[in-house]
């Protein structure tokens, strides 16, 4: 079996700063593409940022030039370094990974982490 752990979620200052990290434990060949969604009350989920194998990150318009996406294969870890934060930001945090649960089949298996709450508030 295959879990995300989240963690590094929290309340804080408009401005400031929080990083999330997002572990893949169990049995599998190889991740793939890994990302960070959120979702505040009362709004659909929304795709925060992508990175790839290759290392390729994009953002949301919304979240471009504050957040940084990254990962640690080695660990089998994503990352999402936030900045620069906003009351908008507020929401649960959730990270997606793509798994290759064996060496050959048709497409990776979708995870999601538990989520991890933000708060930005003075």
């Known amino acids: 079996q295959v879990h995300l752990v989240e963690s590094g979620g929290g309340l804080v200052q408009p401005g400031g700063s929080l990083r999330l990290s997002c572990a893949a434990s169990?049995?599998?060949?190889?991740?793939?593409?890994m990302r960070w969604f959120r979702q505040a009350p009362g709004n659909q989920r929304e795709l925060v940022a992508t990175i790839t194998t290759d290392l390729k990150a994009s953002y949301a318009d919304s979240v471009k030039g504050r957040f940084t996406i990254s990962s640690d294969l080695a660990k089998n870890t994503v990352y999402l370094q936030m900045g620069s934060l906003k009351p908008e930001d507020t929401a649960v945090y959730y990270c997606n990974v793509d798994i290759w649960l064996r060496e050959i089949q048709n497409a990776p298996d979708d995870y999601w982490g538990q989520g991890t709450q933000v708060t930005v508030s003075s």
């Open positions: 169990g049995i599998f060949f190889s991740i793939d593409t």
